[in-house]
């Protein structure tokens, strides 16, 4: 029989994968300078659910359409996104991401999965497997928001 934990060591574990996590993708995204935290959250977005609506996009991300709207902008600026107004409803527009945008985030995840790679690399081989282990386990985390 499964003991369930208490209220107290529910919120001490998530202390510890917090304290462990965030400063972990801090410093992945620290990897890549040229765009902001926000930038690489709604470039990640559109990448993931493309093409998406702004309105959409900025339920998704959980912000306010005037900050996607000047995110978006940026992106487009920067050459890693397209906006697609919609034929029927041109006060509709949909993103997507360019071709240089397709380009930028494989180069970007490259870059980032050698920085891990590398880091992985001092830790031992049962060190690994546990992390290994974990992955599918904070997917499912990282998921249940319906973010993912």
């Given at each position: 029989?499964?003991?369930?934990?208490?209220?107290?060591?529910?919120?001490?574990?998530?202390?510890?994968?917090?304290?462990?996590?965030?400063p972990l993708g801090r410093a992945m995204?620290?990897?890549?300078?040229?765009?902001?935290?926000?930038?690489?959250?709604?470039?990640?977005?559109?990448?993931?659910?493309?093409?998406?609506?702004?309105?959409?996009?900025?339920?998704?991300?959980?912000?306010?359409?005037?900050?996607?709207?000047?995110?978006?902008?940026?992106?487009?600026?920067?050459?890693?996104?397209?906006?697609?107004?919609?034929?029927?409803?041109?006060?509709?527009?949909?993103?997507?991401?360019?071709?240089?945008?397709?380009?930028?985030?494989?180069?970007?995840?490259?870059?980032?999965?050698?920085?891990?790679?590398?880091?992985?690399?001092?830790?031992?081989?049962s060190q690994r497997q546990t992390i290994?282990?974990?992955?599918?386990?904070?997917?499912?985390?990282?998921?249940?928001?319906?973010?993912?």
């Amino acid at each position: 029989m499964e003991v369930e934990p208490d209220e107290d060591a529910l919120l001490e574990l998530a202390a510890l994968l917090r304290a462990g996590v965030v400063p972990l993708g801090r410093a992945m995204r620290g990897a890549e300078t040229s765009l902001t935290p926000t930038q690489l959250s709604v470039l990640g977005a559109i990448h993931r659910y493309q093409p998406i609506s702004m309105g959409a996009l900025a339920e998704k991300e959980r912000l306010s359409r005037a900050v996607v709207s000047r995110v978006v902008t940026s992106l487009v600026d920067h050459g890693l996104v397209e906006r697609m107004p919609e034929e029927r409803d041109r006060r509709v527009c949909r993103v997507q991401v360019s071709e240089a945008g397709d380009r930028w985030i494989e180069a970007s995840r490259v870059r980032c999965n050698a920085w891990l790679a590398e880091r992985l690399s001092r830790l031992d081989a049962s060190q690994r497997q546990t992390i290994a282990a974990a992955v599918p386990l904070l997917e499912s985390l990282a998921g249940d928001d319906g973010r993912g």
